[in-house]
């Protein structure tokens, strides 16, 4: 039963279009709804939520939520999920110990499975109980409602761009609180979020929205290094690449991250041999070379084989796509580039990776 | 300018009718300025010209409807009579039901306005906390609604104390039953009392000013972000 995922089949009429999803996500994990503003997430959210009533079906690990079939809904307050809205909305009328006891103390203590301390320590905000909400800053507002919602022990935790209304300073301030979230929770995440860097970080899963229509659904990595979705457009395109570290060069203080296409050095992380880790290479960052033997300052050269080629923002460039041992790479170089060392489909490069992001 | 015992009855009967109304009108006003705050429905515009009504029509003109229906060929007057509670005419009843009418805006508009201001969203993160609507109500709802509950236990109470014309129309001028103290400041400068009118009216210019004072002190710190 608890294998069955979430499930939803949603149409609802927006103001501009009318959203339609038909989806099977995982039940485990983070899966990251995804799109530009006003392409529907936050509706699609609320839909599971109950807070927005669409036609459809809402099944959570074998709960029915919803089955217009059936003629079942659950009221929101009887759905066992944990909601962080955008802007973190705690109630200013209590006390930030009375905010987190709000949803906690209407539950079965049986049903209690994430404890106080828990949240409370995985959220750093022990000192603040006995605060008002009116003296906490942004990033403290927004920890406290995520600890609220989970002090309701959720089956299904949705956040709506938790970190959107933060500056970036909060948002690296809670950004790894939200990744211990996916580390050392059981509990399924659906996390609304415009900002591919974000997504990066946190999702295993995403669905891609616009206008009101999933545009594609799939593991991350996979949908990030696709050259037909939108995403590829982005500035900030990027493709994940999960390694595990396989040793570390105390001369040159470097790290060795190996995965099939190869290894990648890094500047030495305290990291166990053995430890996974995920990098982020943004396409920005890739160049293309014919021959391995050319001498350069690139530490990171790796083989690979050009498998398809498509369009970058901006006219005079292009995205390749390549693949390292299974792996796939994108580069963004300019076309001028692409012609005057003939790619094509098949040919065998070396791309030339500038720099990687470490995420987790 | 000693008060007589007649004013002090008319001070104490007033009392009793402005709490009476008050407390009344909290509990009638709150479901209406809850539905006005709320609905979609196309009868909001007219229920609430209706409900407002009040502020703009003259004390005489309504307390003069009144009077027709609550008398022995209106239609509540046949009412109340079928029911054995008699007429509402000057009896102290019929007051307190006038009162209701004429100070509900008063009562009703700050509280639909604190509703308004809230916005759902408290009331979706309440639900999605696990709380049914009755208990959001109660301790959501309310207590963020607070300065405008106060605000319309204010406004209520003292429009109540200051009303004549509807006293006049319905209640008349009854000793100890509807002699109220803008009744009796009537009577005394009919009377050329002038002496035995300034100890009431003095007092009731001091009363309003502290309730207006109340209001102000109340609405600052609303404005300063209503939380504790």
Known sequence: ?360 | MELTPEDWSAVRLTLELSTLVTVLLLIIGTPIAWWLARTRSRLRGVIGAVVSLPIVLPPTVLGFYLLVLMGPQGAVGRFTEALGLGRLPFTFTGLVVASIIYSLPFVVQPIQNAFMAMGDRPLEVAATLRASPLATFFTVTLPLARPGFITAAILGFAHTVGEFGVVLMIGGNIPDKTRVISMQIYNHVEAMEYGQAHGLAAGLLAFSFIVLLGLYAVGGRNALGGSR
């Open chain 1, 1 to 360: 039963m608890s294998d069955a995922g979430i499930q939803l089949q949603c149409r609802l009429p927006l103001a501009d279009f009318v959203l339609k999803a038909d989806l099977q996500l995982p039940g485990r994990g983070v899966t990251a709804l995804f799109g530009p503003s006003g392409s529907g997430k936050t509706s699609l959210l609320r839909c599971v939520a109950g807070l927005a009533r669409p036609a459809g079906r809402v099944e959570i690990n074998g709960e029915c939520w919803q089955d217009d079939g059936r003629g079942v809904f659950l009221p929101t307050h009887r759905r066992p999920l944990g909601y962080v809205f955008q802007e973190a909305s705690l109630f200013a009328h209590l006390s930030v110990r009375a905010n987190l006891e709000f949803g906690m103390k209407r539950i079965a203590a049986a049903e209690r499975k994430v404890g106080w301390d828990a949240a409370v320590e995985l959220l750093g905000i022990g000192h603040l109980l006995d605060r008002g909400t009116a003296a906490l800053s942004g990033g403290e507002r927004q920890r406290v409602a995520i600890a609220r919602a989970l002090l309701t022990s959720p089956q299904l935790l949705l956040m709506d761009e938790p970190l959107a209304a933060l500056d970036s300073r909060r948002k690296q301030e809670i950004l790894p609180y939200l990744e211990r979230l996916h580390d050392e929770l059981a509990t399924p995440i659906l996390y609304v979020s415009h900002s591919p860097d974000e997504v990066a970080r946190l999702a295993d899963h995403m669905v891609l929205l616009e206008q009101g229509k999933v545009v594609a659904c799939g593991p991350t990595a996979e949908l990030l290094a696709r050259l037909d979705l939108p995403l590829a457009l982005d500035e900030d395109a990027a493709v994940l690449v999960d390694t595990q570290v396989v040793g570390h060069d105390e001369d040159y203080q470097l790290t060795r991250l190996g995965f099939p296409g190869g290894v990648i050095k890094v500047t030495r992380k305290a990291l166990d041999v053995g430890k996974r880790a995920r990098l982020k290479i943004q396409a920005r960052d890739v160049s293309i070379a014919l021959t391995g033997e050319c001498r350069s300052s690139i530490v990171n050269r790796l083989p690979a084989r050009v498998v398809g080629f498509g369009d970058a923002a901006h006219p005079a460039q292009c995205l390749v796509r390549l693949d390292a041992g299974g792996t796939p790479l994108l580069a963004r170089i300019t076309r001028l580039s692409k012609e005057q060392l003939e790619l094509r489909e098949g040919l065998p490069v070396v791309a030339q990776i500038k720099s990687v992001a470490l995420l987790a």
